[in-house]
């Protein structure tokens, strides 16, 4: 029997449950395509987008070496029936909906940087490859730029950057100027295949002890560049951090972050081009998000 105590407790974990969030709709070729659950749906089966844990949580240190846990997050390794297409040198806009903002479903954690990765899915199937298996390139980085000033906006904690809070996070930037929306070009120069679309926000608010939150999505990409191309260098899953890019400071004095530091190299052929200018290519009004 429930008592009050009881009641409250629950309350609390519901509320610990759904403090970060999961890729609600991602674009690609002009059109939205669902997102996954937080829980074996049966919507899930219908998206490219591979499932999140339970508790929305996020990998810690101990899990960055665990490809089970950092290649798609902890209910991410189990793939999807569905694959979206779409084609080398276009773009494609993730969504994340979470628990913060003035609507209460925007991403809640702005301290940190957003990433993009690409990962080959093994015998050109990404319905019946194992994250745990996967090799990435990354395509995409988003971390803190100090020549921008911080922007405050609707967060309620300032993003750190030194004393004055001053620079602007990636993720603060996905926030509050592209609405929770994460921006990215595929290469043009990828061969066709099957890939594992791995897009990242890494968190910096808990000093020395980032918080990975990976979501995968399934493409097919179409392309004109010939099998057996020279292919990206490719980073096994439980390479792509280690225990010296872990330790980030975001609230000592003189803090500097360096994104090319974390995580394996950009790919030469990877474009910046995300955010705004990537946003426009989208093909509905943004007041639907």
């Given at each position: ?10 309350a ?12 609600d ?8 395509y669902?997102g996954?659950?937080?829980?074996a749906?049966?919507?899930?089966a ?5 499932q999140?844990?339970a ?6 240190g ?15 390794q189990?793939p ?6 779409t ?6 806009n993730?969504?994340?909906?979470g628990s ?13 940087a957003?990433?993009?990765y690409?990962?080959?899915c093994?015998?050109?199937?990404c ?5 745990a298996d996967?090799?990435?390139f990354?395509?995409f980085q988003d ?8 922007e ?24 509050l100027?592209e ?8 290469p ?7 890939y ?17 939150y ?7 990409i179409e392309?004109s560049?010939?099998?057996g191309?020279p ?9 792509l951090?280690n ?6 400071d975001?609230?000592?004095q ?12 950009l ?20 007041a639907?998000?």
């Amino acid at each position: 029997m429930f008592n009050k105590s009881n009641i409250a407790l629950v309350a609390s974990i519901i509320a610990a449950a759904a403090a970060h969030g999961t890729v609600d709709v991602f674009s690609a070729n002009y059109q939205d395509y669902q997102g996954a659950d937080n829980w074996a749906s049966a919507r899930n089966a219908n998206s490219a987008v591979r499932q999140f844990p339970a508790d929305t949580g996020y990998v810690g240190g101990d899990g960055i070496y665990n490809p089970s846990l950092i290649s798609c997050g902890s209910a991410g390794q189990s793939p999807t029936p569905t694959v979206v297409t779409t084609q080398a040198g276009s773009y494609v806009n993730v969504h994340w909906e979470g628990s913060a903002g003035p609507n209460g479903n925007s991403w809640p954690h702005p301290v940190g940087a957003v990433m993009g990765y690409m990962a080959p899915c093994d015998n050109n199937d990404c319905t019946s490859f194992n994250s745990a298996d996967a090799s990435y390139f990354k395509i995409f980085q988003d971390g803190h730029d100090m020549s921008v000033p911080n922007e405050q906006g609707w967060i309620d904690h300032m993003p750190a950057g030194g004393s004055n809070g001053y620079g602007l996070w990636g993720g603060t930037k996905s926030m509050l100027q592209e609405g929770s929306w994460m921006a990215m070009q595929i290469p043009a120069d990828i061969p066709a295949a099957q890939y594992l679309l791995r897009v990242e926000h890494i968190s910096y608010h808990n000093m020395w002890a980032p918080q990975h939150y990976p979501a995968c999505i399934q493409l097919n990409i179409e392309s004109s560049t010939p099998n057996g191309s020279p292919f990206p260098a490719l980073t096994p899953a439980g390479e792509l951090y280690n225990w010296e890019s872990e330790q980030v400071d975001v609230y000592q004095q003189n803090f500097y972050y360096d994104v090319n530091k974390v995580g394996p190299a950009l790919y030469w052929g990877a474009s910046n081009n995300g955010g705004t200018n990537a946003k426009r290519r989208r093909h509905h009004a943004d007041a639907s998000h």
